[in-house]
């Protein structure tokens, strides 16, 4: 998909992360407004979530999409990496989709496996569409840059699964690529096995990075860990993201993954979005709490 193409199909609503992608990963900004081009990437939003470690999940959501649209230097774009629901009630989606209309900047949007709880993810798609003739993943070029978006959640039971399919395609799409062309990949589960006990990896994975390891420079962002953590494999960099609802313990200091309840000001400081700068094929990346 040509930029323009891209902008035009996402212009129904806007904003997200922003993000730099170069030779060497992703590189940290002094500050979260980068003069030249960049994105914004925000996830788990968890609309619809009510328990005590978030009770206002829409009100810290409407926090970030007025950080993000308070920025001197808007986005390109926005890309929420998925959990974008807690129940994929049509009440939650409609609620989700009015206020990430609200943003700025236009918006791609990622399934995550709580917006797959009602039949799989076809409520999402209907919702959120992607690109036409898509079955949810697909690809655009800007900037210099090579963005590809995965769906690695089809439902709640299959997540951390690409398929055949899906595969399939990712490698005629990188096929005619040179080696020196920077990639960022989106997903919502980590494509490499960052907690396998805890379902924090993707089964099939290995087969997509194998085709992504040729490349000089890989930036591969994601959510669903509800907090920053950063991996290095090769030349490809790994970063999951800061959720906009509530973090979740770190891998193994917990019995299990779940919702983290902390005082509210220790909250906000646990929660935010990340804006990546593009410029020169190197990443710059700063995660930007709301505290």
């Known amino acids: 998909m040509r930029r323009g193409d891209f902008l035009s199909h996402v212009a129904w609503t806007g904003a997200g992360i922003a993000y730099v992608l170069g030779a060497r990963g992703i590189v940290r900004a002094a500050d979260g407004t980068p003069p030249g081009a960049y994105f914004v990437q925000i996830s788990d939003s968890h609309i619809g979530f009510k328990q005590p470690a978030n009770p206002d999940v829409a ?15 808007q986005p390109q774009f926005v890309v929420h990496t998925g959990d974008v629901t807690h129940l994929s009630t049509p009440e939650q989606f409609d609620l ?13 949007v990622l399934p995550g496996e709580h917006d797959a709880l009602a039949g799989g993810a076809a409520r999402f798609l209907s919702v959120f569409p992607p690109k036409s003739g898509s079955t949810g993943w697909f690809s655009w070029d800007a900037g210099g840059i090579h963005y590809v978006a995965l769906v690695n959640v089809f439902d709640f039971e299959a997540m951390g699964l690409l398929g055949n399919d899906q595969l399939a395609w990712l490698e005629r799409d990188l096929t005619p690529l040179p080696k020196s062309q920077p990639i960022v990949v989106f997903a919502h589960v980590p494509l ?20 992504l390891a040729r490349f000089d420079a890989v930036t591969v962002l994601n959510g669903h860990i509800h907090q920053v953590i950063e991996h290095t494999q090769g030349n490809i960099r790994f970063a999951t993201a800061n959720a906009t609802a509530y973090p979740q313990p770190a891998p193994g200091s917990a019995p299990k993954p779940g919702p983290l309840t902390l005082p509210p000001d220790v909250l906000l400081a646990r929660i935010g979005y990340r804006t990546v700068e593009m410029k020169g094929g190197h990443a710059t990346a700063d995660d930007v709490s709301l505290a």
């Open 192 to 211: 490499y096995a960052l907690y396998p006990q805890w379902g924090w990896t993707t089964e099939d994975g290995a087969k997509a990075l194998a085709l």
């Open 59 to 73: 009100g810290t959501l409407k926090q970030t999409i007025d950080r993000i649209n308070a920025l001197p230097n």
């Open 96 to 108: 989700a989709k009015q206020m990430l209309g609200t943003l700025r900047a236009p918006v791609v």
